[in-house]
């Protein structure tokens, strides 16, 4: 019997101990570290290090690699699995750079929890604050790790107030610091009555746990320093009497956020985290889609694509769709419906990955995440079933704020440079619109540094050295409305008016005047900044 929060008995036991999440932080907060200590537990890595070593041997491939890694970005998102204990763990990475909000908001839409990482020092920054307000839209379950207490860090109620204040959620401790900075010697596990004690001379070692009970167990001054004894009693006092006390509900409906403090380089508050992802964190939940819910404890299986990359092996052009498994049983060679197209699609060598090797997955239960390799059939946003019409919502994509065109350095290459982008659409990494006049293309983005990456990427993978130019419009707006008057409506702007990668009308502009124009005189029509993948 696991030991969870939650109990739906109507779970299978191999969907109810998987739990599928992503990692939240800003950028040198540690998530990279945190990660590997997670494969390190989860068995799915022999040694720290084999992360770092294998992504900067995968980077040193080329120089567009090169350029994510001098911009300290991660570009290439995977999911990875391993056990720990009797759980599952499923981690979906999120890119980390704002440029890729987008990506990185569809990957939220695979997960059923998120783990915050801060930095104690630094506590609650920008690029957090921005996941988090996504999380919250869907209302995750977020567990939160302050890292690098082993530095100078921030006095721990200050930490905790700056959370409640910044991200309007209830924080409760799950562990308490003893000591700061070159003083600190662990925590006091709050929720299981023990002493986490760090080992400074072995970054690899697992803390030292010792069970007492409760902070008056003269047990405590064998192993914590004299002058931290009285403050720690003092501050958990204050913490039990300030702060609210764990309440495994609100946790799972993403109003209150656990907090653990720990060192991830040190190996330090790594397992505690885990144990609570195990024991807080949801099981696989219900995913929204038309017409009904698809819920994980149904026979049948069903999943959806919230991601694609293609090229993920240069020397093979073959993509991989990122499939969420949302409901069932799945087993290799299965035949499932391709719902946008009701096309038959055997299922015959997924992928599941396991830390950065791929392995051909055998089997996979609800809450899993899959690789689908095929030549573009699978986008973003399609769902698999195993026959019945059900189609996932709520995986929007987002009308680009930067709008380039695009020309391909040689004008015979042209047809060369409108698959290259149709790929890249196909991704989700940039938009391609073809205006209904003139010749050429589009491009739009979301951060301005996605325009050098496409171009290394269309040089890199297609040969084809590429600019992009300033472009009349600055904004890109879907066309939605019955026929005749989207008709009528495109007849009469043809000089705004192109189609997006998927064949869909789009009204193109450099002035919100424009916008305001078309909503005043086309009453039928509405102009929308994003559309439902689908
Ligand atoms: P990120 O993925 O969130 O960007 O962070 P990453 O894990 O790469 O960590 C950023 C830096 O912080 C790294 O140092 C890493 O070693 C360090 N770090 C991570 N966890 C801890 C911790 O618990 N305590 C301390 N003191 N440092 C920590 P770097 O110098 O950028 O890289 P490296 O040379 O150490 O690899």
């Not at 022999?46 to 567009?64: C, L, N, P, Y």
């Not at 047809?415 to 989700?428: D, S, T």
Request: hydrophobic share 40%; with cysteine; net charge negative.
């Amino acid at each position: 019997m696991l030991d969870t929060a939650t109990n739906r008995p109507e779970l299978p036991p191999e969907i109810a101990r998987r739990r599928t999440f992503a990692i939240i932080s800003h950028p040198d907060a540690g998530k990279t570290t945190l990660t590997e200590k997670f494969l390190l537990y989860g068995g799915a890595i022999q040694m720290a290090g084999q992360v770092r070593a294998k992504g900067e041997a995968r980077r040193t491939r080329s120089d567009f690699m090169q350029m994510e890694k001098d911009r300290g970005i991660s570009v290439s998102a995977s999911a990875m699995s391993f056990d720990f204990g009797e759980f599952r763990f499923n981690l979906v990475d999120t890119p980390g750079h704002s440029d890729f909000s987008e990506d990185t908001y569809r990957t939220l839409t695979a997960v059923d929890a998120a783990v915050m990482v801060i930095d104690g020092a630094k506590g609650v920054e920008s690029q957090t604050q921005k996941l988090f307000e996504v999380c919250r839209l869907r209302d995750l379950p977020i567990l939160t790790f302050c890292n690098k207490m082993d530095r100078e860090s921030r006095d721990t109620f200050e930490i905790i107030d700056e959370i409640q204040e910044n991200l309007a959620i209830d924080v409760t401790p799950a562990s308490w610091p003893i000591g700061v900075g070159r003083d600190f010697i662990g925590c006091y596990d709050l929720l299981n009555d023990r002493l986490e004690l760090m080992d400074r001379a072995d970054r690899n070692k697992v803390a030292e746990s010792i069970s007492i009970e409760g902070l008056d167990d003269p047990k405590i001054e064998e192993h914590v320093p004299a002058e931290l004894i009285d403050q720690l009693r003092e501050e958990v006092e204050m913490a039990r009497e300030l702060l609210p006390a764990l309440d495994p509900q609100a946790v799972l409906e993403g109003h209150m956020t656990p907090i653990w403090f720990g060192s991830a380089i040190n190996s330090f508050g790594v397992q505690e985290l885990m144990q609570g992802i195990g024991k807080y964190g949801p099981e696989p939940q219900p995913q929204s889609a038309q017409p009904r819910e698809m819920m994980p404890e149904e026979k049948k299986v069903a999943g959806f694509v919230f991601k694609v990359q293609a090229n993920m092996d240069p020397k093979h052009r073959d993509r991989v769709a990122f499939v969420r498994m949302a409901s069932g049983h799945f087993k290799r060679g299965m035949k499932l419906t391709h719902v946008r197209t009701k096309k038959p699609m055997a299922i015959s060598n997924p992928v599941l990955f396991l830390a950065s090797d791929r392995e051909l997955a055998e089997e996979a239960w609800a809450g899993d995440i899959i690789g689908i390799p095929n030549h573009g059939q699978l986008r973003i946003g399609d769902t698999l079933t195993e026959g019945e019409a059900l189609r996932v919502t709520g995986i929007p994509s987002f009308a680009p704020e930067l709008l380039q065109g695009v020309r391909a350095g040689d004008p015979l290459k042209a047809k060369h440079l409108e698959k290259a982008l149709m790929q890249f659409a196909e991704e989700g990494a940039a938009k391609v619109f073809k205006p209904s006049f003139g010749s050429g293309f589009v491009v739009g983005v979301v951060g301005a540094l996605q325009f050098e990456v496409l171009a290394s990427r269309i040089e890199l993978e297609y040969g084809l050295p590429v600019r992009f130019d300033q472009s009349q419009f600055t904004s890109a707006r879907w066309v939605h409305g019955e026929k005749d008057a989207v008709d009528k409506f495109v007849n009469a702007n043809k000089q705004h008016i192109a189609l997006d990668n998927d064949g869909d009308v789009v009204y193109l502009t450099r002035l919100q005047w424009d916008i305001d124009r078309v909503e005043r005189d086309y009453p039928d029509i509405t102009l929308s900044a994003t559309k439902e993948m689908m």
